[in-house]
């Protein structure tokens, strides 16, 4: 087991094909909403335009996708472009990585605006991972259901596997087994790492698990009885971590109805929308948070049972809802996510999401609605209504420009909301 050296993680080939990728299939899938494409595994000789059809244009985005998330130096996209077949942009990225390891830089889902890149240091990753290991001691294999190249499954399916020191030969991709074949794999010392839709299939589908499967969830908040339906499943545990691609994990919890303990490296500030981390090294390190906690003035018998030695002291939280951040129309700050919870007023609407304009949509916000009467709602009508009766409460830059509509919001595969484009949907 490694101690404080940050482990080289990239010289493990199927984890360092699984991390890039996660990436180049993420990346084409964001360039080509809607269209078929070749899923992984690839195979090492796989070309990236002849198998996977990506053009000039996308095979820079790929390109400088992988710059940035690996952190090669600079002009490292121009031996990528000069080579197209999936097995060098493998030695290449490993090739920068041996140079430096710093850092890693993820994405953000952007659901509360433009994707942003955000930097961790590798000494703060590797940190988080070592505690992880803390709380999953008796692990034997990790069973991942979630993308490598995003925080939460480079934390866990990449990094943890070294912390725990059982090796990245113990980790194993099932992302594309149902859950009763996912069932009918697991061993007593697995650790499954899912998302609130994959554990809501999970239980759905009602399989027995073998005795001694721990699972995690975490990118979008799990709901109570999704969780103990997966419980039910036999699951011996089901620890949730909250935290976001910009802090990386800041708590965990293992009631599906409890508070959530902060990690031990991180504190409260005077500013509640501000945690301070300590880093090994000594520095404190200030990070803004996405949501609201609600800090817990006294600890419930439950959570007091099942929090480790000195967990008590650290603090107790739970989610209270986004930090909405502002976006600018019309030179205005508006608040995509108040505009949303007025849409929600509407007696027509079920549900809804607000997001400003892609770039070649325009500059104001959009809409995406849930009808209440679903498949049956005239969407024409309902439009033209939304249009008179935001304005009616709203100011204009508040108000969406334009309305989609469909069963159910976009999301991702881990639960979070994500962009639409306007002409796709009615």
């Given at each position: 087991?490694?101690?404080?050296?940050?482990?080289?993680?990239?010289?493990?080939?199927?984890?360092?094909?699984?991390?890039?990728?996660?990436?180049?299939?993420?990346?084409?899938?964001?360039?080509?909403?809607?269209?078929?494409?070749?899923?992984?595994?690839?195979?090492?000789?796989?070309?990236?335009?002849?198998?996977?059809?990506?053009?000039?244009?996308?095979?820079?985005?790929?390109?400088?996708?992988?710059?940035?998330?690996?952190?090669?130096?600079?002009?490292?996209?121009?031996?990528?472009?000069?080579?197209?077949?999936?097995?060098?942009?493998?030695?290449?990225?490993?090739?920068?990585?041996?140079?430096?390891?710093?850092?890693?830089?993820?994405?953000?889902?952007?659901?509360?605006?433009?994707?942003?890149?955000?930097?961790?240091?590798?000494?703060?990753?590797?940190?988080?991972?070592?505690?992880?290991?803390?709380?999953?001691?008796?692990?034997?294999?990790?069973?991942?259901?979630?993308?490598?190249?995003?925080?939460?499954?480079?934390?866990?399916?990449?990094?943890?596997?070294?912390?725990?020191?059982?090796?990245?030969?113990?980790?194993?991709?099932?992302?594309?087994?149902?859950?009763?074949?996912?069932?009918?794999?697991?061993?007593?010392?697995?650790?499954?790492?899912?998302?609130?839709?994959?554990?809501?299939?999970?239980?759905?589908?009602?399989?027995?698990?073998?005795?001694?499967v721990s699972g995690v969830s975490s990118t979008a908040p799990c709901?109570?009885?999704?969780?103990?339906?997966?419980?039910?499943?036999?699951?011996?545990?089901?620890?949730?971590?909250?935290?976001?691609?910009?802090?990386?994990?800041?708590?965990?919890?293992?009631?599906?109805?409890?508070?959530?303990?902060?990690?031990?490296?991180?504190?409260?500030?005077?500013?509640?929308?501000?945690?301070?981390?300590?880093?090994?090294?000594?520095?404190?390190?200030?990070?803004?948070?996405?949501?609201?906690?609600?800090?817990?003035?006294?600890?419930?018998?439950?959570?007091?049972?099942?929090?480790?030695?000195?967990?008590?002291?650290?603090?107790?939280?739970?989610?209270?809802?986004?930090?909405?951040?502002?976006?600018?129309?019309?030179?205005?700050?508006?608040?995509?996510?108040?505009?949303?919870?007025?849409?929600?007023?509407?007696?027509?609407?079920?549900?809804?999401?607000?997001?400003?304009?892609?770039?070649?949509?325009?500059?104001?916000?959009?809409?995406?609605?849930?009808?209440?009467?679903?498949?049956?709602?005239?969407?024409?009508?309902?439009?033209?209504?939304?249009?008179?009766?935001?304005?009616?409460?709203?100011?204009?830059?508040?108000?969406?420009?334009?309305?989609?509509?469909?069963?159910?919001?976009?999301?991702?595969?881990?639960?979070?909301?994500?962009?639409?484009?306007?002409?796709?949907?009615?």
């Amino acid at each position: 087991m490694l101690a404080d050296t940050f482990p080289r993680w990239w010289r493990d080939g199927p984890t360092l094909r699984r991390v890039v990728q996660d990436l180049l299939a993420g990346e084409l899938a964001a360039m080509r909403p809607g269209r078929a494409r070749l899923a992984p595994p690839w195979p090492d000789d796989a070309d990236l335009v002849a198998d996977l059809g990506a053009d000039s244009l996308e095979l820079s985005g790929l390109a400088a996708a992988m710059e940035t998330m690996l952190q090669l130096r600079p002009g490292a996209d121009e031996a990528l472009l000069a080579h197209t077949r999936l097995a060098d942009w493998l030695a290449l990225a490993a090739a920068g990585l041996e140079r430096d390891a710093g850092a890693v830089t993820f994405r953000s889902s952007g659901s509360s605006g433009t994707p942003k890149a955000i930097r961790h240091e590798a000494v703060l990753l590797w940190q988080e991972a070592r505690h992880l290991a803390t709380l999953f001691p008796a692990t034997a294999r990790i069973v991942t259901l979630v993308p490598s190249h995003h925080i939460y499954g480079f934390l866990f399916s990449v990094l943890l596997p070294h912390a725990l020191g059982i090796g990245p030969g113990q980790v194993a991709d099932l992302r594309a087994l149902s859950p009763a074949a996912l069932a009918q794999g697991l061993a007593p010392g697995d650790l499954v790492l899912g998302f609130p839709d994959a554990w809501r299939a999970f239980g759905a589908a009602g399989m027995r698990l073998p005795p001694g499967v721990s699972g995690v969830s975490s990118t979008a908040p799990c709901p109570p009885e999704t969780a103990h339906a997966a419980l039910a499943c036999g699951l011996e545990r089901l620890v949730q971590v909250y935290g976001s691609s910009e802090t990386a994990g800041v708590g965990w919890r293992e009631t599906p109805e409890g508070e959530y303990f902060l990690f031990p490296y991180w504190a409260r500030t005077a500013d509640d929308a501000v945690l301070e981390r300590r880093a090994p090294d000594g520095r404190r390190l200030c990070f803004p948070l996405q949501d609201r906690l609600a800090w817990a003035d006294s600890v419930a018998s439950e959570a007091a049972d099942l929090a480790p030695a000195g967990a008590l002291g650290q603090g107790l939280f739970r989610p209270a809802g986004r930090i909405d951040h502002a976006v600018q129309v019309g030179g205005m700050n508006v608040f995509p996510a108040y505009v949303a919870d007025v849409l929600r007023l509407h007696p027509q609407v079920l549900e809804a999401s607000v997001r400003l304009m892609r770039q070649d949509e325009g500059h104001r916000l959009k809409a995406f609605v849930v009808p209440r009467d679903g498949a049956s709602a005239d969407t024409g009508r309902l439009r033209a209504e939304l249009h008179a009766w935001m304005g009616e409460r709203l100011t204009a830059p508040e108000c969406p420009a334009a309305y989609s509509f469909g069963p159910a919001l976009p999301r991702q595969a881990s639960g979070k909301l994500t962009d639409w484009i306007i002409d796709a949907w009615a």
